[in-house]
């Protein structure tokens, strides 16, 4: 399916012939002097590198859609950037570095949304466990205050817990199962959505 969108995505700029050398030196030296058309041009010439560079990051958790947007923007980032150095290096390696570096950072930050949500997933796994447990034990409905002592946090900590669920669940969230949530005995989860419409029991 991937390499439907990418062979559909060239052939939409089948059209857009790539720079040559000779027209990039021309197209930089124009840009440099502030032509907006030397550095449309320079853009689109270099979109199919742009594109290669996404494709190697395809499987890494980022969707493909994703990867060619923060390619392309790298890319028109790239020659705004590149034409307002006095000391201009090569600049098809600046080019390719400023790529990779969105897209390294693209790939880094869906990873630590992926890490951020199954850590919140396991809190709220262990707080349905130990209220259950707790409700054995003591035979009712446990109160924040004792959930977090049996689980050696603050009562803010573990109202924080049930806030940050809440809006993952507003927001739906598809990488955490927080519907359990909602069965944890000695939790009430209103509609709302405001921090003070969670009811306690303590």
């Known amino acids: 399916?991937?390499?439907?969108?990418?062979?559909?995505?060239?052939?939409?700029?089948?059209?857009?012939?790539?720079?040559?050398?000779?027209?990039?030196?021309?197209?930089l030296k124009e840009a440099a002097q502030g032509r907006k058309e030397a550095k449309k041009r320079l853009v689109e010439g270099n979109l199919r590198a742009a594109l290669e560079y996404a494709r190697e990051y395809d499987g890494r958790g980022?969707?493909?859609?994703?990867?060619?947007?923060?390619?392309?923007?790298?890319?028109?980032?790239?020659?705004?950037?590149?034409?307002q150095l006095e000391d201009r290096p090569?600049?098809?390696?600046?080019?390719?570095?400023?790529i990779k570096e969105a897209l390294d950072a693209a790939v880094e930050e869906q990873q630590s949304a992926k890490q951020t949500g199954e850590e919140l997933a396991a809190r709220v796994n262990v707080l349905q466990?130990?209220?259950?447990?707790?409700?054995?034990?003591?035979?009712?409905?446990?109160?924040?205050?004792?959930?977090?002592?049996?689980?050696?946090m603050?009562?803010?900590?573990?109202?924080?817990?049930?806030?940050?669920?809440?809006?993952?669940?507003?927001?739906?969230?598809?990488?955490?199962?927080?519907?359990?949530?909602?069965?944890?005995?000695g939790i009430e989860i209103t509609g709302d959505e405001e921090a003070d419409d969670y009811d306690y029991e303590e």
């Open 154 to 185: 603050t009562m803010e900590e573990i109202k924080g817990i049930m806030k940050i669920a809440m809006d993952a669940m507003s927001m739906n969230a598809e990488t955490m199962d927080l519907e359990a949530l909602a069965g944890v005995e």
């Open 1 to 27: 399916m991937h390499d439907d969108f990418y062979q559909m995505y060239l052939e939409e700029m089948g059209h857009i012939p790539p720079c040559t050398m000779e027209e990039q030196e021309d197209l």
């Open 90 to 98: 090569e600049f098809d390696s600046f080019k390719n570095q400023r």
């Open 129 to 152: 466990q130990i209220s259950q447990l707790l409700a054995k034990e003591l035979g009712r409905e446990a109160t924040v205050e004792e959930l977090a002592d049996k689980m050696k």
């Open 62 to 83: 980022v969707l493909v859609t994703d990867l060619v947007q923060e390619a392309n923007m790298a890319l028109m980032m790239a020659v705004e950037e590149y034409v």
